[in-house]
């Protein structure tokens, strides 16, 4: 399995990183993607993929919008040298929370998606009470079947089919599957089926059942992956290897090789 979306660079793991890393391997996590939130974290995250021959990405989360450069672009050039780098993002909306205003969170995604279509990599998109405004962005901004993944997806039927099939992305889906009371989630994976998931912790955040409100890793991904398993009515190891091959082609993981 891959977990397409962690942050297995972020301060929760410094006491015993290497240690989360190996219950990864032993948990059949064979890599995994630590994502960005700004640019010293996607730094950060960098680092720990040289460090354990994982992937990163650089990205600018909607929440820290307001503080990010005038010219995106250029902070991202040196960063983007790095091979270790698969993707840009997080980049989004999040109108939950709102800790960014909402035309600077437009502002930076916006920005994102033109470095991404630039350098050729895919995109990593944070979607939180804002699916209607996004797809109205992303209607302005992406070429046709310009490569991404709307990762921890927790919407409906409805927005699940409008992100594959107007723009052809990859849904991640995470712990939130096997939380109680989410039929609509459940619904809509089991409308789409495999062909466009990814499975992902976000970890630290959002751990699964029986995991909840501890810590997360990514050697809970088993937990989401038998929960994916049984919505679909398929075996977990038809889950790994559907979900593996589609993050290989999102990332184009087999193209890159690191240290082997
Ligand atoms: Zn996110
Ligand atoms: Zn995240």
Known sequence: MIDSHAH???AAFDADRDAVVERAHEAGVTTMV???CDLE???RAIAAAQRYGIYASVGIHPHEAKNAPDDIASAFAPLLEEDTVVAIGEAGLDFYYDHSPHDAQERVLRAQIAVARERKLPLIFHVRDAHERMREILHEELAVGMPGVVHCFTGDGVDAQAYIEEFG???GIGGVLTFKNVGGL???VKAIGTEHLLLETDCP???PIPMRGIRNEPAFMKYTAEALAQA???PPSVISEITTRNAEALFRLRQISLSS
């Open 232 to 234: 679909l009515g398929v």
């Open 8 to 10: 297995v660079h972020d």
């Open 169 to 171: 992305l990859y849904l």
């Open 41 to 43: 974290d996607s730094r």
């Open 205 to 207: 955040y959002l751990a």
């Open 34 to 36: 630590s994502v960005g």
């Open 186 to 188: 459940r619904g809509a």
